[in-house]
């Protein structure tokens, strides 16, 4: 057993019996193939919650000053996180992100950047739209509903694929694209 499906299974231990997780639209996510997997972003379990509720190993960017800890650097390699500077082109982590699309695997991103302090969706960053249009991935969004407090539920929708053939195809912006996927996110949001 590798960490993090060791990980995962302590995890979800964990928080199971504190939160009531509603899981809904999994069978939305693809088998196999390349999977760019945004969600919307309202506490620091977000990454743990999607890691356990997802159908497939999720590699998740996170912030670099995570691998900066004395004990977290050692971790989240092994949990298939790889850092990201946030506030600027951070040119080695797209290269990363982009390899493990290109190689079938499954990135998640929380395009809005930090945590929504409000719990509204804030307006997303265009490294979403970057994956989305230089990797032939399918685009999932997703949308975590809280708040986390014990014993209350917590909703996470995953939803269809987004449609990027015709964005793709015209060469849209990446800020355009992100705009696209953080209304997929919304919507669900809307409708849950």
Same mark, same amino acid.
């Given at each position: 057993?590798?960490? $993090?499906?060791?990980?995962?299974?302590?995890? +979800? !231990?964990?928080?199971?019996?504190? $939160?009531?997780?509603?899981?809904?639209? @999994?069978? =939305?996510?693809?088998?196999?193939?390349?999977?760019?997997?945004?969600? %919307? =972003?309202?506490?620091?379990?977000?990454?743990?919650?999607?890691?356990? +509720?997802?159908?497939?190993?999720? #590699?998740?960017?996170?912030?670099?000053?995570?691998?900066?800890?004395?004990?977290?650097? =050692?971790?989240?390699?092994?949990?298939?996180?790889?850092?990201?500077?946030?506030?600027? #082109?951070?040119?080695?982590?797209?290269? @990363?992100?982009?390899?493990?699309?290109?190689?079938? %695997? !499954?990135?998640?991103?929380?395009?809005?950047?930090? &945590?929504? &302090?409000?719990?509204k969706l804030k307006k997303g960053l265009a490294g979403?739209?970057?994956? *989305?249009?230089? #990797?032939? #991935? *399918? !685009?999932?969004?997703?949308?975590?509903?809280?708040?986390?407090?014990?014993?209350?539920?917590?909703?996470?929708?995953?939803?269809?694929?987004?449609?990027?053939?015709?964005?793709?195809?015209?060469? *849209?912006? *990446?800020?355009? +694209? +992100?705009?696209?996927?953080?209304?997929?996110?919304?919507?669900?949001?809307?409708?849950?």
């Amino acid at each position: 057993m590798n960490l $993090y499906t060791f990980g995962k299974a302590v995890v +979800t !231990v964990i928080l199971t019996p504190i $939160y009531r997780f509603d899981v809904i639209g @999994r069978e =939305h996510f693809p088998k196999e193939g390349g999977v760019l997997l945004c969600a %919307n =972003h309202i506490d620091n379990l977000d990454p743990p919650v999607v890691g356990m +509720t997802a159908p497939r190993d999720v #590699s998740f960017m996170a912030k670099a000053e995570l691998f900066d800890a004395p004990i977290l650097k =050692h971790i989240m390699p092994k949990i298939k996180a790889f850092p990201v500077k946030r506030g600027m #082109s951070d040119r080695e982590a797209l290269r @990363r992100g982009l390899a493990l699309l290109k190689e079938g %695997n !499954v990135l998640g991103l929380f395009p809005e950047g930090t &945590r929504s &302090r409000d719990g509204k969706l804030k307006k997303g960053l265009a490294g979403a739209g970057f994956f *989305a249009l230089r #990797s032939n #991935s *399918a !685009v999932v969004p997703c949308a975590i509903i809280g708040p986390y407090k014990p014993f209350k539920r917590v909703k996470v929708i995953y939803g269809e694929p987004i449609p990027m053939d015709e964005l793709r195809e015209r060469k *849209a912006s *990446a800020e355009e +694209t +992100t705009e696209l996927i953080m209304m997929h996110i919304q919507r669900l949001i809307d409708n849950h």
